[in-house]
Nanobody
Framework: QVQLVESGGGLVQAGGSLRLSCAASGIIFRLNMMGWYRQAPGKQRELVASMTSGGRTNYKDSVKGRFTISRDNTKNTVYLQMDSLKPDDTAVYYC??????WGQGTQVTVSS
């Protein structure tokens, strides 16, 4: 049974930082592409950042230079370091394994 458990969300002022974590179980973590997605109220879920098993990354244009995705295959965990946060980053953030499995989401709220 695949489980993804996100943590690290919260309330932060604009310009602040948060680090999200997603711990995975039930999969061969190191072989899978991992991604972070977000969904704001009234909007579609969108890709924020992804990392292939080989370490190749992809970012949404609006977060480039501010967010960094990383993974620790020894801990079966993927991270999203978010710096210089903006109110537009407010959303529920989800991690995903190759778009097949999803975590429960963690709320990120950025106040102006």
């Amino acid at each position: 049974q695949v489980q993804l458990v996100e943590s690290g969300g919260g309330l932060v002022q604009a310009g602040g930082s948060l680090r999200l974590s997603c711990a995975a179980s039930g999969i061969i973590f190191r072989l899978n592409m991992m991604g972070w997605y977000r969904q704001a109220p009234g909007k579609q879920r969108e890709l924020v950042a992804s990392m292939t098993s080989g370490g190749r990354t992809n970012y949404k244009d609006s977060v480039k230079g501010r967010f960094t995705i990383s993974r620790d295959n020894t801990k079966n965990t993927v991270y999203l370091q978010m710096d210089s946060l903006k109110p537009d980053d407010t959303a529920v953030y989800y991690c995903s394994v190759a778009l097949k499995y999803w975590g429960q989401g963690t709320q990120v709220t950025v106040s102006s």
